[in-house]
């Protein structure tokens, strides 16, 4: 990554709504959310977060898929790690580098019985 990257991720990330969606969307894994959930579990105009998507898609932390009529939006877990370790390659006096990736949680649906 270069500093550019880690810069306009970073500054994606510097506003207290954008961070809340990011946040939100890292919660619920590489299914994501459609749009209009994410207003609703952020009480949020339409176009107010259409705004912020558009920013975090844009610096590289959201990924945007058509699901028919909705958009649907997850965090980047690989643009995020990439970023973690962006900031971390320097840790410990550039000693041994901690391993940091962060996973998607794991499915919370049950098992299909047999």
Do not use: K, W
Request: net charge positive; glycine share 8%.
């Amino acid at each position: 990554m270069q500093a550019a990257q880690a810069i306009t991720a970073l500054g994606a990330l510097a506003h207290e709504t954008r961070l809340a969606v990011f946040r939100l969307l890292v919660q619920h894994g590489p299914e994501g959310l459609p749009a209009g959930a994410i207003a609703q579990a952020l009480d949020l105009p339409p176009s107010s977060l259409t705004f912020h998507l558009q920013h975090l898609t844009r610096a590289g932390l959201l990924t945007q898929r058509r699901a028919a009529r909705q958009l649907i939006y997850a965090a980047d877990f690989a643009a995020m790690n990439t970023l973690l370790g962006y900031l971390s390659e320097n840790c410990c006096g550039r000693g041994a580098v901690p391993a940091i990736a962060c996973s998607p949680p794991a499915s919370t649906e049950a098992p299909a019985p047999r």
